[in-house]
């Protein structure tokens, strides 16, 4: 009985971390270690790839539609920029739009 109050449990890994935090010496490596890696982050990794994906399909589908519409529509040079430069326009004012949207109303 005796040796086996002696023995010395494991500390938690919860109990280690907030030591070693509190130590200032927790870093995102431990976070990770402390949080897993589950379902959740999965799920994310596979929403923001295919927010990636879109990105890039979006991006090279204009070089692709450009020379067709240049043909179908009897396009100058100047309005096939301007049709270039409407995605990436777009992109800009979207993002910034949505950005100060979701920290207006998505940060609560």
């Known amino acids: 009985m005796e040796e086996e109050d002696d023995q010395e449990l494991p500390e938690s890994p919860l109990l280690q971390a907030e030591k070693s935090y509190s130590s200032g010496e927790y870093t995102v490596d431990d976070a990770i270690k402390h949080i897993g890696f589950g379902p959740f982050q999965r799920r994310m990794i596979a929403i923001c790839g295919f ?58």
């Open 51 to 108: 927010g990636l994906l879109v990105d890039v399909i979006l991006i090279n589908e204009v070089g692709f539609l450009l020379p067709v519409l240049k043909e179908r529509w009897s396009l100058t040079s100047a309005e096939q920029g301007i049709l270039a430069s409407a995605t990436y326009f777009g992109m800009v004012f979207g993002a910034n739009f949505w950005g100060n949207y979701s920290d207006k109303y998505g940060r609560k």
